[in-house]
């Protein structure tokens, strides 16, 4: 596999910051979009399960529709693909089949053969609804995605703003995801950074390696 | 910013697995993890707080230690760096003011500059923690860590499995972690996957992209 070089990496990472203005008449060619939906979907989650479903906004009325359901932020209109990302509420039994289905459709395998696999997960998705954080649990798994897709955006020369703040249920309610069984958990708004967003420059703040990373 | 190719970035992605068999005879070069630990303290987190502390694991001896809290799994042991993700319980008010004095030092303004901040941090903890969901919101801001630690390895041609399967309790008391206020969440395991782990070589199964990703 080629790899690339560590200052590679890391200078896109310090590129990235939380954008807090783009840049709206620039967009993100359609290639590169692509790829980044692509990484999305090779994002790694607990069993394989991929409890997600990314909604990638475009539509400047929609767009302006969702702007008030998080709290007016600019970031919403103003960039390029505003990425939803819901997770499945409740998952149960029938998302465990669809992965089983695939797995077997994939992998050239009987689902039969998969009966072990499948009893495991359902075993483990039981017990968290019993204990009351099954929720909780896939919806961290959302958190691997977009840590995934900030740092791939970043790779790609893609600025990106995450963003915890909205309301949820008028996020839901506008895309009409109402019967679907997923909700929106967290959004990241991709796009590039407008010349005079003085946030660019600004030094980032991170505690010192020594008091984050302890080797033992 | 240098970016990278769409397919450096997608190629990287479709590599990396979940290790089953590491090669215990290969260590990832320190100028490597370096690069990789750099890379954790870069990453993004809801407002800046960075509520982790990264303990990274090489010694044999303390890996064998913890290999039973991971019911056994051979990975903890064979891997060359065990990282275990650990997050602030509570978060308060002490944190955001260490956040706000780095701030402050990092970018060279009065910590009274960032009063309007510093009360809006506290402000959304104070209702996070009022709301019952203050440790749920702290730990879904590690796994944005953990996706960016697998895909940054996965780049730097370094393999790694995700782990949740893991006692925290045995794990924080194996890594006195008791009196620090952290405790441990999701472990990643990194390395070199043995010539013959089988898990390498059969398809990756995901959903289709038109059944996971949706444009408006």
């Known amino acids: 596999m080629a790899s690339i070089a560590p200052d590679v990496l890391l200078s896109a ?52 529709q969702l702007r008030p359901a998080a709290y007016g932020q600019a970031q919403v209109a103003d960039c390029s693909h505003f990425l939803v990302m819901t997770v499945r509420r409740n998952l149960g039994e029938d998302h465990v089949d669809a992965h089983v289905s695939r797995m077997s459709e994939v992998r050239g395998i009987t689902v039969e053969s998969l009966g072990k696999f499948r009893a495991m997960v359902t075993g483990n998705l039981d017990r968290a609804r019993a204990e009351g954080r099954l929720d909780m649990w896939q919806t961290h798994q959302i958190y691997i995605a977009l840590g995934n897709f900030m740092t791939a955006a970043a790779l790609l020369g893609v600025d990106t703003c995450p963003m915890e703040g909205f309301n949820p249920d008028k996020v839901d309610e506008i895309l009409g995801l109402g019967d679907t069984g997923f909700g929106s958990v967290v959004c990241c708004a991709a796009g590039y950074r407008a010349p005079d967003d003085k946030y660019a420059t600004i030094p980032k703040v991170r505690f010192p390696k020594e008091s984050l990373v302890e080797r033992r």
Chains 1, 2 share one sequence.
């Open 13 to 64: 990472l310090r590129w990235r910051y939380a954008v807090k203005r783009f840049d709206p008449a620039r967009t993100v060619p359609e290639e590169t979009w692509a790829a980044l939906e692509d990484a999305l979907v090779l994002t790694a989650s607990s069993t394989g399960l991929q409890p997600w479903r990314f909604v990638v906004v475009t539509n400047p009325a929609l767009k302006e």
